[in-house]
């Protein structure tokens, strides 16, 4: 081909030039005997030009139909004075082909749908004719912003001094917090690879065998129930450093995010990213990944609830529990109709109801008024900071489905009242999480982020004591950007009795620890430096940043949430052969 440019490259300044461009026939029409065709290419479109006095080439135009391949060679133009189109990039000149200047290089049955960022076709028909919906410009710039982004987190890391290091994805099965997928071993009957997760142990090991800083863009794989911001296989920018702690990995993040934030957008990064405590995010937004950009924090009632005559409120106080809400600034004009609403909503979260109170000139208006002191009602008022005309909502439950209810609550009314800034990036890092949370049904302590996260060194007594371990805190943090977590990491434990201690207190035993890390136990006896890490979501952090709201409009071949690959109806069945040679039989 002697394409000598692309379609959306051309400008005015191009006028007079002989060019070759090759594309798709984006659409046809015929003004008066002249035909008028739209040409689009990755670049974008251009409108090019067919005169009837060139009858061989306006002739072969007729012919021509949506999707078309063709390339087309001739003269750019200047558009008459009128003429010009303002929406596109190149509105302001038309290629006139020559009278040989079209070749149509492929026909094209009629696409089942339209090319354009205005298709009205469901997802399942774009995801079935995949090859299609990538051809359409909202598409197009998704993959272009992933492109960008990839090039500045590999550029930056780069100029920081790490090392792009690829680590294997037939591995050793390891409970990570999700199910694994499983690959038969043919060649060791019985056994199975199994496709990582994530590149945690390996990432780890590359420290101990001195790389000292290592990244990659990598391929993750977690067989688990699926959603909008979920895939079965999904692509993270992972990286770990040596002779760090947290602040040195949290400020290569920043400044690796930073420069692909300010790549991707064309803004300058809203930084240095401000710090929180988990504690503090859950008792002001009721979740770990809150969004600071707009206010309806979590107001804790429970001590004004503790001795009020509303047993609903007191009970939960007294049982543990406690008495959250949220003010909703003039929300007193909600109708009872929309409070009997969320009322129902949020008990399909689990929350046994939903209590609430305007407040007027008279003072607090709801059916629970009655229950309460004067003197309560004004608490309640002041703690919420409550006007006149402004609307409280509370939740009375144990502790984490209260921070739960409200902190949906909270984005789901400040959704619905159109709250949220728009065009507007905030981000934060969390630090300080739990490291151990209680498992009632299990009766065990687990992980609250995974098992080789170091705590405070301070808090090495309390785990050798096996007592009050809600208070152990972990080494760990977590980068959100406007209440969506991002990525994550930690420092890592980096001495293998350390490692053992905390495999114990998980009451994994040491038979099935060395069966499922022993690789990495034994390398941790071998003067393994300290070290820590993160791991940011690739497609969560193109997604965000586009606009969309699924990441499967970020990922070339994406799976429907069933895990079902539409374009290709993976997965399916194997021949009989295929399993005979694999030693497997199906049940059924």
């Known amino acids: 081909m002697k394409r000598t440019s692309y379609c959306g490259e051309l400008s005015k300044k191009d006028a007079g030039k002989s060019v070759t461009l090759c594309g798709w026939i984006h659409s046809r029409r015929d003004h008066g005997g002249v035909l008028f065709c739209d040409l689009r290419d990755r670049t974008g479109l251009v409108q090019i030009v067919f005169k009837p006095e060139n009858k061989e080439v306006f002739q072969a135009a007729s012919t021509l139909g949506g999707e078309y391949v063709v390339q087309v060679s001739g003269r750019v133009t200047e558009r008459p004075a009128g ?31 339209e090319i354009s960022e205005y298709s009205e076709a469901g997802e399942d028909v774009r995801l079935r004719y995949r090859y299609l919906d990538l051809r359409r410009p909202t598409l197009q710039k998704n993959m272009r912003m992933r ?52 590149p945690q142990l390996f990432k780890q090991i590359l420290m101990v065998g001195g790389y000292d800083k290592y990244f990659q863009i990598v391929r993750c794989f977690r067989d688990e129930d699926l959603r909008a911001d979920r895939q079965p296989e999904f692509t993270q920018v992972d990286l770990e450093m040596s002779f760090v702690d947290e602040k040195d990995v949290m400020g290569v993040v920043e400044r690796s995010v930073g420069e692909a934030f300010r790549v ?29 950009r707009y206010g309806m924090e979590l107001v804790d009632f429970s001590a004004i609830a503790k001795t009020c005559g509303f047993q609903v409120f007191a009970k939960a106080v007294e049982a543990g529990g406690t008495v959250r809400g949220i003010r909703v600034e003039k929300g007193a004009a909600f109708s009872r109709k929309e409070l009997d609403e969320l009322t129902q909503w949020v008990n399909t979260l689990g929350a046994k109801g939903l209590a609430w109170m305007k407040w007027t000139a008279g003072g607090a208006d709801s059916p629970i008024a009655k229950f309460f002191k004067p003197a309560e009602l004004e608490a309640i008022r002041s703690a919420a900071q409550a006007k006149e005309g402004d609307l409280t909502l509370f939740v009375a439950d144990e502790a984490a489905l209260a921070f739960k209810v409200l902190g949906l609550l909270r984005r789901r009314l400040a959704e619905s009242l159109k709250r949220i800034p728009a065009g507007k990036w905030n981000f934060l890092w969390v630090e300080n999480f739990p490291s151990f949370e209680w498992d ?3 009766e065990r302590w687990n992980a609250v982020h995974h098992p080789f996260t170091a705590p405070y060194p301070e808090h090495w007594t309390i785990i050798r004591s096996g007592k009050e371990l809600d208070k152990v805190r972990a080494r760990a943090y977590d980068l959100v950007l406007n209440g969506v977590e991002i990525g994550g990491g930690s420092i890592r434990i980096h001495e293998t009795k350390n490692q053992e201690l905390i495999f114990d207190l998980l009451k994994i035993p040491k038979e099935t620890a060395r069966m499922q890390f022993g690789f990495l136990l034994e390398a ?60 497997i039989k199906l049940s059924s």
């Open 440 to 442: 009632a049904d299990a």
């Open 264 to 292: 991707a957008t064309g803004q300058s990064f809203p930084g240095p990213v401000p710090h929180m405590t988990y504690d503090e995010a859950m008792n002001r937004y009721g979740t770990d990944a809150p969004d600071t």
């Open 524 to 583: 941790l006896e071998y003067g393994a430096p300290p070290h820590g890490g993160f791991a940011l979501g690739l497609d969560r952090f193109v997604a965000l940043l586009s606009g969309e709201t699924s990441i499967r409009d970020v990922i070339a071949f994406p799976k429907t949430q069933k895990g079902v690959d539409l374009l290709s109806s993976a997965p399916s069945p194997v021949s009989d052969i295929q399993l005979r040679e694999l030693g």
């Open 83 to 113: 003429t010009q189109n303002k929406n596109i990039a190149t509105g302001e000149i038309e290629l006139e082909v020559d009278p040989a200047g079209l070749v149509i290089l492929n026909a094209s049955k009629p696409p089942p749908f």
């Open 147 to 198: 492109h960008d982004i990839s090039q500045s987190f590999r550029q930056q890391l780069s100029k920081e001094g790490f090392l792009e290091i690829e680590t294997p994805f037939l591995t050793k099965s390891t409970p990570e917090g999700a199910r694994d997928f499983l690959v038969p071993a043919r060649l060791s009957p019985g056994a199975f690879y199994a496709l990582p997760q994530s």
